[in-house]
């Protein structure tokens, strides 16, 4: 059972086109992170998300957190193909102390055809 | 932002051999650090979870004779493939969070393992 469904798993769209990528769980988060990865490297941060209803604006990707820390929301403006990538959805369960562990989505795969 | 090292980046060995991956962190002490696994295309798989000075603590279905982990100081983990198959290649990704609430993960670029 995946813990973090993610969709679309993949997306293709033309330039200029917006989009939005779904994180949904059964479970309560205390936080979620978004992550950004392209081949052959390891994620980059983009955000990350602590507050129920939160949003929060990176250039042109808007993130929002859901009311009661089960869903996430990204949505790109204007895609460009700079914009294709890996995007991660990542939960953490626990908060404070050593509990560290992100439980990942499966990723949206984009390309943004120019 | 902190900095995460791995190396090597790749990696081609023969089927039976052992092979071991090194992360670091270079600006920061990391007191726990984290193992993923990644087939193409796909996401990050947690293999396990280590913290300096202690045992690590694999998740549910990874072999801990087969990936050895060692965080033997704040700043090195290393993670050793044993007996590799052609079955374990993949692109394997550390993380590392440091003390003091230090919340945020920093990842590592990756090793791509190749098992011929």
């Known amino acids: 059972t995946q813990l973090l469904e993610q969709s679309p798993q993949f997306l293709s769209i033309q330039e200029g086109e917006n989009l939005t990528v779904y994180c949904n769980s059964s479970?309560?988060?205390?936080?979620l992170q978004w992550y950004r990865q392209e081949p052959g490297e390891g994620p980059v941060l983009l955000v990350t998300?602590?507050?129920?209803?939160e949003v929060k604006k990176l250039k042109r990707l808007t993130f929002q957190f859901g009311d009661a820390r089960k869903d996430s929301s990204l949505h790109i403006t204007a895609a460009q193909p700079g914009d294709t990538g890996l995007y991660l959805c990542?939960?953490?369960?626990?908060?404070?102390?050593?509990?560290?562990?992100?439980?990942f989505g499966k990723g949206t795969l984009l390309t943004v055809n120019p | 932002g902190a900095v995460v090292s791995q190396h090597p980046s790749w990696v081609i060995c023969k089927s039976g051999t052992s092979v071991k991956i090194e992360c670091r962190s270079l600006?920061?002490?990391?007191?726990?650090m984290f193992w993923y696994r990644q087939f193409p295309k796909q996401s990050l798989m947690l293999m396990a979870t280590?913290?300096?000075?202690?045992?690590?603590?694999?998740e549910q279905g990874v072999e801990k004779d087969k990936f050895l982990i060692n965080h033997a100081s704040l700043t090195l983990s290393t993670l050793t493939v044993t007996s590799a198959h052609p079955e374990d290649s993949s692109f394997y990704i550390c993380?590392?969070?440091?003390?003091?609430?230090?919340?945020?993960?920093?990842f590592g670029p990756g090793t791509r393992l190749t098992v011929l």
């Open positions: 990542a939960g953490r369960m626990g908060s404070g102390g050593s509990n560290y562990k992100l439980t």
């Open positions: 998300v602590v507050t129920g209803g």
């Open positions: 600006d920061f002490q990391a007191t726990t």
């Open positions: 993380s590392a969070t440091g003390a003091g609430g230090y919340n945020e993960q920093f």
């Open positions: 479970s309560v988060f205390s936080s």
């Open positions: 280590s913290n300096e000075g202690s045992k690590a603590t694999y």
